[in-house]
């Protein structure tokens, strides 16, 4: 049975406060698809093999209880059952303070800082020490099946020199509601180790109405319910056992200083991109680059395609390469 907006609807409705608690390390469990219960933003810290996790999700499965920690270092998002680490109770505020020198803080407060803008806040350009950009595939809504030539040429020309092929994609819960064949076929690839997924959070509906100005479209939308957006989205990845990073993409880039402080209360990154190839975006060393997959953005396909074509003799030399958004991330704001 397929999971439906009502289904996540009940499962945030039993709890929408904020509780801090401590997770710590684990693998991803499987999941019973109805089975996820009590899903809420939560936060805290503790040590798991001398590593400092910090929590941001709590929420039960099959009456047991998990955790989703993130390694601050490495920008790592991880499950971890309840009951295997010591709790300590902290704040986001205390966790901005107690974590300052981190990769992941460092990163939230450099978000926070671009969020005056109508379009493109967040995190817009990675600073890899080599030549090359991260690639970040968006999965909005769509009638039109997955663009799979995007993934098969990825890994095509990437094979002999990056396997797994690292992508940042941006994941809507209406995405994954209509496409679950595609969904089974990136899973595949993923674990076939072609491909290695970086899963943003890019909102569940991705409210858009072309006649109603960006100042009150897409999450500006008024009444928009920014917790069903945000957690109804990391819900419905765990039901089709996908797990969240720490990423946030802004339905069509837009945003204003509100919604993005809002977003950084839930512990995420919010992501834009410096290099929009349907836009005519050129790229650049370092670039974040967007494209969709979602069968809507037949420029974009092309320009990327025809990007791999030209920097193929680069590609095979090792000097032109594709960056995990983690890495990227993590290289530039490391201490």
Same mark, same amino acid.
């Given at each position: 049975?397929?999971?439906?907006?009502?289904?996540?609807?009940?499962?945030?409705?039993?709890?929408?406060?904020?509780?801090?608690?401590?997770?710590?390390?684990?693998?991803?469990?499987?999941?019973?698809?109805?089975?996820?219960?009590?899903?809420?933003?939560?936060?805290?810290?503790?040590?798991?093999?001398?590593?400092?996790?910090?929590?941001?999700?709590?929420?039960?499965?099959?009456?047991?209880?998990?955790?989703?920690?993130?390694?601050?270092?490495?920008?790592?998002?991880?499950?971890?059952?309840?009951?295997?680490?010591?709790? &300590?109770? *902290?704040? /986001?505020?205390?966790? @901005?303070? +107690?974590?300052?020198?981190? #990769?992941?803080?460092?990163?939230?407060?450099?978000?926070?800082?671009?969020?005056?803008?109508?379009?493109?806040?967040?995190?817009?350009?990675?600073?890899?020490?080599?030549?090359?950009?991260?690639?970040?595939?968006?999965?909005?809504?769509?009638?039109?099946?997955?663009?799979?030539?995007?993934?098969?040429?990825?890994?095509?020309?990437?094979?002999?020199?990056?396997?797994?092929?690292?992508?940042?994609?941006?994941?809507?819960?209406?995405?994954?509601?209509?496409?679950? &064949?595609? *969904?089974? /076929?990136?899973?595949? @690839?993923? +674990?076939?180790?072609?491909? #290695?997924?970086?899963?943003?959070?890019?909102?569940?509906?991705?409210?858009?109405?072309?006649?109603?100005?960006?100042?009150?479209?897409?999450?500006?939308?008024?009444?928009?319910?920014?917790?069903?957006?945000?957690?109804?989205?990391?819900?419905?990845?765990?039901?089709?056992?996908?797990?969240?990073?720490?990423?946030?993409?802004?339905?069509?880039?837009?945003?204003?200083?509100?919604?993005?402080?809002?977003?950084?209360?839930?512990?995420?990154?919010?992501?834009?991109?410096?290099?929009?190839?349907?836009?005519?975006?050129?790229?650049?060393?370092?670039?974040?680059?967007?494209?969709?997959?979602?069968?809507?953005?037949?420029?974009?396909?092309?320009?990327?395609?025809?990007?791999?074509?030209?920097?193929?003799?680069?590609?095979?030399?090792?000097?032109?390469?594709?960056?995990?958004?983690?890495?990227?991330?993590?290289?530039?704001?490391?201490?």
């Amino acid at each position: 049975m397929p999971i439906t907006p009502h289904h996540i609807h009940a499962i945030l409705k039993r709890s929408l406060s904020i509780i801090f608690l401590v997770v710590m390390w684990g693998n991803l469990p499987l999941f019973a698809q109805n089975d996820i219960s009590d899903y809420k933003v939560c936060f805290g810290s503790g040590d798991y093999k001398s590593k400092s996790i910090v929590v941001i999700r709590k929420y039960e499965n099959a009456g047991k209880q998990f955790y989703i920690g993130v390694d601050p270092d490495s920008l790592q998002t991880m499950i971890i059952p309840a009951g295997q680490m010591a709790v &300590k109770p *902290l704040s /986001w505020q205390e966790i @901005l303070v +107690d974590f300052k020198n981190t #990769a992941y803080i460092k990163a939230i407060q450099a978000a926070d800082r671009q969020s005056f803008s109508l379009q493109n806040s967040g995190i817009t350009h990675g600073f890899p020490g080599e030549k090359g950009v991260t690639l970040t595939i968006d999965l909005c809504p769509s009638k039109k099946p997955l663009d799979r030539i995007i993934f098969t040429l990825l890994i095509a020309e990437f094979q002999k020199t990056e396997k797994p092929v690292p992508l940042g994609t941006s994941i809507t819960g209406r995405f994954m509601l209509t496409h679950s &064949k595609d *969904l089974a /076929w990136l899973k595949g @690839l993923i +674990d076939s180790s072609e491909i #290695a997924v970086t899963w943003i959070n890019h909102t569940y509906n991705h409210h858009y109405n072309p006649k109603v100005p960006l100042k009150d479209n897409f999450l500006l939308e008024p009444k928009t319910d920014l917790n069903f957006e945000i957690l109804g989205t990391e819900i419905a990845m765990l039901q089709h056992g996908l797990l969240s990073s720490v990423f946030f993409r802004f339905p069509g880039l837009v945003s204003d200083s509100s919604v993005v402080d809002s977003v950084l209360q839930y512990g995420l990154i919010p992501i834009g991109c410096d290099a929009w190839l349907a836009k005519g975006q050129s790229i650049h060393e370092g670039s974040i680059v967007l494209i969709h997959g979602n069968g809507n953005d037949p420029i974009g396909v092309k320009d990327f395609i025809k990007l791999l074509q030209t920097e193929k003799s680069s590609v095979m030399k090792k000097e032109w390469l594709l960056y995990d958004l983690r890495e990227t991330i993590e290289d530039e704001f490391h201490q």
